[in-house]
Antibody, heavy 120, light 111 residues
Framework: QVQLHESGPGLVKPSQTLSLTCTVS??????????WSWIRQPAGKGLEWIGL???????SYNPSLNGRVTISIGTSKNQFSLKLTSVTAADTAVYYC????????????WGRGTLVTVSS | QSVLTQPPSVSGAPGQRVTISCTGS?????????VQWYQQLPGTAPKLLIY???NRPSGVPDRFSGSKSGTSASLAITGLQAEDEADYYC???????????FGTGTTVTVL
């Protein structure tokens, strides 16, 4: 059974960098036709795709985030991370990591999500 | 930003059939990219409900069905049950953005 778990600070100050890690169990993030993505959801609002990383290490990001996003493979073997720079209150949201099935382009496994609040 | 448009809410009595539309454009649904549907129960992470326009993952009841035509897609729920009260999101790939896009979301209420 594939499981994903998000972790990181729940509070970030404005203008600072939001950093989250997704730990994956039950699957290897370096093999198979899968991608690993981040999605966020502000309270009471819809889902927004942030970006993803391929098993090759290539990345794709939502252009609306204006180059503030970096997704990378973590230092531990089965982790990937999200960094979002120059955060504002508009970046306050629940952040989810997911596995994307490369054939079907769907997110077939999701983490439970972690709330990140941007506030001084 | 959402480039796929859904109705904000739909409702129906138990046992009825409801449908949710998802309208896109020539750079996403109309470009023959598949549509996925997710169900988000209150306070939980979204769950994959339909993939590849009309396919159900193992464990999803056959009361849920999906279809796609042109630049739009639809999710139908037949035999509506109280446990179907949730938010539903469509999702596709957009070639102009080179990334994934979600619908605006629809809240299903069982009367």
């Amino acid at each position: 059974q594939v499981q994903l778990h998000e972790s990181g600070p729940g509070l970030v100050k404005p203008s600072q960098t939001l950093s989250l890690t997704c730990t994956v169990s039950g699957a290897s993030i370096s093999s198979g036709n899968f991608q690993w993505s981040w999605i966020r959801q502000p309270a009471g609002k819809g889902l927004e795709w942030i970006g993803l990383i391929y098993t090759s290490g290539s990345t794709s990001y939502n252009p609306s985030l204006n180059g503030r996003v970096t997704i990378s493979i973590g230092t531990s073997k089965n982790q990937f991370s999200l960094k979002l720079t120059s955060v504002t209150a508009a970046d306050t949201a629940v952040y989810y990591c997911t596995r994307v099935n490369g054939f079907r382009r769907d997110s077939d496994y999701w983490g439970r999500g972690t709330l990140v609040t941007v506030s001084s | 930003q959402s480039v796929l448009t859904q109705p904000p809410s739909v409702s129906g009595a138990p046992g009825q059939r409801v449908t949710i539309s998802c309208t896109g454009s020539s750079s996403n649904i109309g470009a023959r990219y598949d549509v996925q549907w997710y169900q988000q129960l209150p306070g939980t992470a979204p769950k994959l409900l339909i993939y590849g326009n009309s396919n159900r993952p193992s464990g999803v009841p056959d009361r849920f069905s999906g279809s796609k035509s042109g630049t739009s897609a639809s999710l139908a729920i037949t035999g509506l049950q109280a446990e179907d009260e949730a938010d539903y999101y469509c999702q596709s790939y957009d070639s102009s953005l080179s990334g994934y896009v979600f619908g605006t979301g629809t809240t299903v209420t069982v009367l």
